[in-house]
C-alpha cells in the first residue's frame, strides 16, 4: 500500500495553481468561470490567460489536484457542453498547506513591522 | 453547433501552435472561452491579450512536452543499458573523431589568414617555367625594386629572406631564427608593433645604424614583457643591433616559406638594399596586398607584362623569366596536404555513416521488440504522429549524449593531435576547438541521430495493432523492414571496401616512397648548420681558414671518417638557390644554352661524407683554391640536360657572369628542391650545379659529419671540437640525417596512418553490423530452419544456408564498394606514388578479404543455427 502523497512536496505553489485552487474550492467551476472568478478576486490584478489557465489546470489534473467532471452540471444555465473541474481531497490539503506557508510569511512580515497589523 | 465567426476560425487555427496533445484536449475550451471573452470584453482588447498569452504560453507547452519525452527516453534507455552504451560508445567514437579531424582541416586549411582584409593578400614569384624550371622560384633584389616601381596592381610589395641568427645575451650563445625584411611587410600584412616602432625605409639603408625588431613570443621568453626592452641593443651574429619594436606573433614571413618550416621567426632585420647585387640571384620571397578593386587575374595579367618588359629590358639575366601570383593559402601547402586532409575528412566522415548505419539497425531492432509496448499505446489513444515524436526524441538523446562524450574526446586529444601533425604542415599552431568546431559536432551528432532515427520512428508508430497484441512479437516481419537491414548491410560493406581500397593504395604508396633511391648514403651522417660570425671573421679568408680549421679538426676525431660542409644537406633545412647556368660554346654541340640549376657550395671531401657517387672527373681537390681558375662539377641530371650525355668534363659553364671548367659528374641527389626542405621524397632529383667552397665562400653552411659508430655517439666530441675551435658560436644541433629523410616523409606517413585505422574501424564495425543482422535473421528464422532439421536437413546445408544469405548481400556491397573506389580513385591518384589509383591487384585483394571477414562474421549466427532444436523450434516459442 503506497503511502498517500504528500502535498508539501508542491510547495511552494505557482501562484496560478493557488488561485484556481482557491477558484475551485467552494464550487465546480468550468474554464471562464474559473478565469472570472480569479480576476474579480483580485481586483484584476491576475488576468489568467487561456494559454496560462489551461497549461496550469493540464499540470494540475496529472498532479492530481483537480479533476475533470464529465456532465454539464448546470444544465439549466448553459446551452452547451463544458468541462467542469472540481478540487480533490489532495488539492484541497495543497491548497491548506500553501495557506499555512502564506500565513507563516505574514506572521513574520507582521512581526517585524513590514505589514500592517499586530502579529 | 455555433457559427464559426472568422476570427473563431483564424484562433482555432493558431492554437495548433500548441502541442496537439494540449491542443486536442482543451482547443474545444479555449474556443468557448474566446467566444465568451468577445461577447464581454470585445475583439481588441481579447485579440491582444490573446496574441501575447499565444506567443508566452506556446513555446512553454512544447518544451514541457519535449521534457516529457526526454524524460521517458531516459526511462526506456535505462532499460536496455547494454545496447544503449553501445550505441553511444559506437556514436561517440564516431563524433570525436570527425571532430578531431575537422579541427584541422579547419585551423590549417579553411580559417581566414588572421590579417586585415587577408583576401587582398598574395605571393608573388618569379616564374621559369618556360626554361623548364617551376613558377615559385625567389626573387632577386634587383627584379623585386623593378617590380616596386612598375607594378599598380598593388597597394604594398614586401620582400623577406630567412636568417639565422647567433644572439649571445646571456651565457651560452643561442641560435634563434628569424628574418630580413623590408618595412613594407608592416602595410602589406597590415600590422602595427605591439610596443615600440615599426621599420622604416630609412633602416633599409645599408649605412644606417642597424636595428632589430623582436617577436612577442621571444619579449615573454627572454625579457618578461619588460616595455624597456625597447631602445637596449641585442647583439646578433657578433653586431649590435638597437631594438626599437615588438611584433605581434601574427606578423611573419607568410606564404612558400611555411612550407617545411618548423615555426614563425622570432627576430627581425631590415633588409638590406644592397643594389650591388647580381640581378639573376634569386634569394628573396614577396607578398603583396592587392588594391581594393584589382583582381587575382588583373594581377597576374600586370605582372606578366611587367616581366616581359624585363626581359627585354636585362636580356643576360632575366630572359626565360616571368611573374606569378598565387594565393598564400594556395601556396604555403604542398598541394597533396590539402588533399590528404580533405580525403581524410571525407574517410572518417565515411566512418561515421556506417557507425550510424550500425546504431540504426540497433534500434530497428528495439524498435521491433517494442513493438506490443507501442501497439499497447496506440489502443490506448497516442497518436502515431506522437509516438513518432517520442521515439525520434528518444534516438536524437542518445546522438546528443554520443556527441557530448565524442566532443570531450576530441577535446581531450586536442594536445595530443597537436604534437601527432608534422612540422611540415603550416598553420597547426592554430588547431583548437572553438565555437565554429563546436557547432560542427553538434551539427553531426544531430544529422546522425535524425538519420538513425528517423526510420524506426516512422515504423514504429505505424506499427499495426492487432498481429503485436497477438503474437508474442516473432513472426512474419514486414517486407520492408528486411529492405531497411539488407540494404543497411548492403552500404556498410560498400563503404568499408572503399575505405580499405584507399587504405590498402595509401599504404603500398608509403613502402614505395620509403624505398625510393636517394643518390646519397644517410646512414650514419650528422647535419646541422652553422653560421660563420661575421663580425670575429669578417672577409672571405678568414671565414675559409675557420671553416677548414672546423672541418680538419672534425675529422681528426676517432671515428669519424669525413666532414664536410654544403650550402644544404639533402632534405635537411637550408636555403637553395636557384641559379641560371649557360653553356659558354653555345652552338658548339649543346642541346641548351642554358638550364635551371639549384646551385651547392661544397668542400673537398663533401662528396665522401654524403656518400654521393662520382661518376666521371675528379672532386675538387688541393688545386682548387681561391684564386686559381673556378670550377664546378655538375649532377648527372644537368650534364643531360645541358649536353644530352652524361659527360661534361672539360666544358665550360657559365654562373653569376663567371666562366667554370667542368671537373666532374656526380649522380643525382633527391632533396634538393629549391624549397625549404628540399621537396619531399617523391619529387624528382633536381640539376645540381656544385661549386667549391674555396672559390665561392659562404657565411651560412650545413656541415655533414659521417661516422663509424652510432651518430650519437660521438655528438658529444664534436660539440667539445666546436668549443674549442670558436667559443662564441652557438653548439650546432646535430641531427641524423635519417631523422629529416623520416620527417620528410612524415606527413605521408602520417595520412596512411590515419587511413589504416579508418578503414580497420570501418572494417570492425561492418563485421559487427553483419554478425548482427545475421544474427536477428537467425533468430527471426528459428522456426523455419527447425523445420528444415527435423525434415532432415544436414547441419551443413543449415550452415550453408545462412552463410548464403550474409554473404549475398555482402557481395553485393563488395560489388558497390569496388565500383565507388573505382570511380573515386582519381580523387586520391595525387597522393599517390609509385602505384595506380585503379591498381587490380589492390582492388582484388581488397574484395577477397572483405568477403572473407564478411563470412567470418557470419559463421558464428550460422553455426548457433545449427544448435537449434527442432522440438523447441516447432513449438513456437
Redesign the interface.
Known amino acids: 500500500m503506497t503511502s498517500p502523497p504528500n502535498p508539501d512536496g508542491l510547495l511552494p505553489l505557482p501562484v496560478a495553481t493557488f488561485h484556481i485552487l482557491v477558484a475551485v474550492a467552494d464550487q465546480d467551476r ?3 468561470a474559473i ?1 472570472q472568478d480569479v480576476a474579480a478576486r483580485t481586483d484584476g490584478a491576475l ?1 489568467l ?7 496550469s ?2 499540470r494540475m489534473l496529472e498532479e492530481g489536484l483537480i479533476v475533470e467532471l464529465s456532465e454539464r452540471q448546470r444544465p439549466d444555465e448553459d446551452d ?1 457542453r ?2 467542469y473541474y472540481r478540487i480533490t481531497p489532495f488539492g484541497r490539503a495543497a491548497a491548506q498547506a500553501e495557506a499555512a506557508r502564506l500565513a507563516t510569511l505574514l506572521r513574520q512580515a507582521k512581526a517585524v513591522g513590514l505589514a500592517p497589523g499586530r502579529a | 453547433m455555433a457559427d464559426r465567426t472568422i476570427g473563431e476560425r483564424v484562433y482555432r487555427k493558431l492554437l495548433r501552435l500548441y502541442p496537439r496533445d494540449f491542443s486536442d484536449d482543451y482547443a474545444h475550451e479555449m474556443t468557448q472561452l474566446y467566444r465568451d471573452r468577445i461577447r464581454d470584453e470585445g475583439p481588441t482588447s481579447v485579440w491582444l491579450a490573446l496574441v501575447a498569452d499565444l506567443a508566452r504560453t506556446a513555446p512553454r507547452e512544447q518544451l514541457s512536452t519535449l521534457a516529457q519525452d526526454v524524460r521517458h527516453a531516459r526511462r526506456t534507455w535505462r532499460r536496455t543499458p547494454v545496447l544503449a552504451l553501445a550505441a553511444i560508445l559506437t556514436l561517440a567514437l564516431g563524433v570525436g573523431a570527425n571532430t578531431a579531424v575537422f579541427s584541422v582541416v579547419h585551423g590549417v586549411l579553411l580559417r581566414p589568414l588572421p590579417y586585415p582584409d587577408p583576401d587582398r593578400l598574395v605571393e608573388v614569384f618569379e616564374d621559369n617555367s618556360r626554361a623548364g624550371g617551376g613558377p615559385f622560384f625567389r626573387v632577386s633584389l634587383l627584379n623585386y625594386l623593378s617590380w616596386v616601381e612598375r607594378a599598380q596592381s598593388f597597394e604594398a610589395l614586401a620582400a623577406f629572406n630567412g636568417r639565422d641568427f647567433t644572439v649571445t645575451e646571456h651565457g651560452d650563445p643561442e641560435r634563434i631564427f628569424g628574418s630580413a625584411v623590408t618595412a613594407s611587410l608592416f602595410k602589406v600584412l597590415g600590422i602595427a608593433p605591439i610596443v615600440g616602432r615599426a621599420l622604416t625605409a630609412e633602416d633599409e639603408n645599408p649605412a644606417a645604424a642597424p636595428v632589430a625588431v623582436l617577436a612577442e613570443s621571444l619579449w615573454s621568453r627572454a625579457f618578461g614583457r619588460d616595455p624597456a626592452v625597447v631602445g637596449r641593443t641585442i647583439t646578433l651574429n657578433g653586431l649590435r643591433h638597437q631594438i626599437v619594436g615588438i611584433v605581434p606573433t601574427a606578423f611573419r614571413e607568410i606564404g612558400r616559406t611555411q612550407i617545411g618550416s618548423a615555426g614563425a621567426g622570432q627576430i627581425f632585420i631590415p633588409l638590406s638594399m644592397d643594389t650591388a647585387q647580381n640581378r639573376g640571384n634569386h634569394t628573396l620571397r614577396v607578398v603583396g596586398r592587392l588594391r581594393q578593386q584589382v583582381t587575382l587575374d588583373q594581377a597576374r595579367d600586370e605582372m606578366r607584362r611587367v616581366a616581359a618588359g624585363m626581359q627585354n629590358e636585362f636580356p643576360t639575366t632575366n630572359r626565360n623569366w616571368s611573374a606569378w601570383i598565387e594565393r598564400p593559402q594556395r601556396s604555403m601547402f604542398d598541394p597533396r596536404v590539402r588533399l590528404s586532409l580533405l580525403v581524410l575528412l571525407g574517410a572518417v566522415g565515411v566512418v561515421l555513416l556506417i557507425a550510424c548505419a550500425n546504431v540504426a539497425n540497433l534500434v530497428l531492432a528495439r524498435a521491433t521488440s517494442r513493438r506490443r509496448e507501442l501497439a499497447v499505446r496506440a489502443a490506448l489513444g497516442a497518436r502515431p504522429a506522437r509516438l513518432a515524436r517520442q521515439l525520434l526524441t528518444e534516438n536524437v538523446s542518445l546522438a546528443l549524449v554520443s556527441g557530448v562524450c565524442g566532443l570531450t574526446m576530441a577535446g581531450l586529444s586536442m594536445q595530443a593531435l597537436r604534437t601527432l601533425i608534422p612540422a611540415t604542415i603550416p598553420r597547426a599552431d592554430e588547431i583548437r576547438l572553438d565555437g565554429t568546431i563546436l557547432a560542427f559536432g553538434l551539427f553531426i551528432t544531430t544529422a546522425s541521430g535524425v538519420f538513425f532515427g528517423m526510420a524506426p520512428a516512422i515504423r514504429g508508430a505505424r506499427a499495426s495493432l492487432l498481429p503485436a497484441l497477438t503474437q508474442n512479437g516473432k513472426g512474419a516481419i514486414g517486407p520492408s523492414h528486411h529492405l531497411w537491414r539488407r540494404g543497411l548491410v548492403v552500404a556498410q560493406t560498400g563503404l568499408a571496401t572503399m575505405l580499405v581500397v584507399m587504405a590498402a593504395l595509401l599504404l603500398q604508396s608509403l613502402v614505395r616512397l620509403q624505398q625510393v633511391p636517394l643518390g646519397f648514403e644517410p646512414v650514419g651522417v650528422l647535419t646541422a648548420r652553422v653560421s660563420t660570425p661575421q663580425v670575429k671573421y669578417p672577409d672571405a679568408a678568414a671565414m675559409l681558414e675557420f671553416q677548414r680549421t672546423l672541418l680538419r679538426s672534425l675529422e681528426t676525431l676517432p671515428s669519424v671518417r669525413a666532414a664536410g660542409l654544403i650550402t644544404s644537406t639533402p632534405f635537411a633545412p637550408g636555403v637553395r638557390r636557384g641559379v641560371t647556368v649557360r653553356d659558354r660554346a653555345a652552338g658548339g654541340g649543346s642541346l641548351e644554352p642554358s638550364a635551371s640549376a639549384v646551385e651547392q657550395v661544397v668542400s673537398a671531401r663533401l662528396f665522401r661524407a654524403l656518400g654521393v657517387t662520382l661518376l666521371a672527373g675528379r672532386e675538387f681537390g688541393a688545386q682548387d683554391q681561391p684564386g686559381s681558375p673556378l670550377v664546378a662539377i655538375v649532377s648527372e641530371g644537368l650534364a643531360r640536360r645541358l649536353w644530352a650525355s652524361s659527360d661534361g668534363i672539360g666544358r665550360a659553364l657559365e654562373l653569376d657572369g663567371r666562366g667554370h671548367e667542368i671537373v666532374g659528374v656526380v649522380g643525382d641527389t633527391r632533396g634538393t628542391d629549391g624549397t625549404a626542405r628540399g621537396g619531399g621524397l617523391d619529387r624528382d632529383p633536381q640539376p645540381v650545379l656544385y661549386v667549391s667552397s674555396e672559390q665561392h665562400p659562404q657565411g651560412t653552411v650545413s656541415l655533414v659529419i659521417r661516422a663509424d659508430a652510432t651518430p650519437q655517439a660521438i655528438v658529444p666530441a664534436i660539440r667539445t671540437a666546436f668549443r674549442e675551435i670558436e667559443p662564441t658560436l652557438p653548439i650546432p644541433d646535430l641531427r641524423p640525417l635519417d631523422e629529416w629523410i623520416a620527417e620528410s616523409a612524415a606527413q605521408p606517413r602520417l595520412t596512411t596512418t590515419l587511413a589504416g585505422a579508418f578503414a580497420g574501424a570501418a572494417l570492425f564495425l561492418t563485421v559487427v553490423g553483419i554478425y548482427g543482422v545475421i544474427s536477428y535473421t537467425v533468430s527471426q528464422r528459428t522456426q523455419e530452419l527447425g523445420v528444415r532439421i527435423a525434415i532432415g536437413a544436414s547441419r551443413i546445408s543449415v550452415v550453408g544456408l545462412v552463410l548464403r544469405t550474409g554473404m549475398t548481400w555482402a557481395s553485393a556491397g563488395i560489388a558497390l564498394g569496388l565500383v565507388g573506389a573505382w570511380s573515386a580513385s582519381r580523387l586520391i591518384a595525387g597522393l599517390l606514388f609509385g602505384v595506380s589509383a585503379t591498381d587490380s591487384f589492390t582492388f582484388a585483394l581488397t574484395a577477397l578479404a572483405l568477403a572473407g571477414v564478411a563470412a567470418l562474421a557470419c559463421t558464428v549466427p550460422a553455426l548457433r543455427a545449427t544448435r537449434i532444436d527442432p522440438v523447441i523450434a516447432l513449438r513456437g516459442d
Open positions: 468550468h474554464g471562464y478565469m488576468k490567460s487561456p494559454g496560462t489557465l489551461y497549461g489546470i493540464r452547451e463544458r468541462r
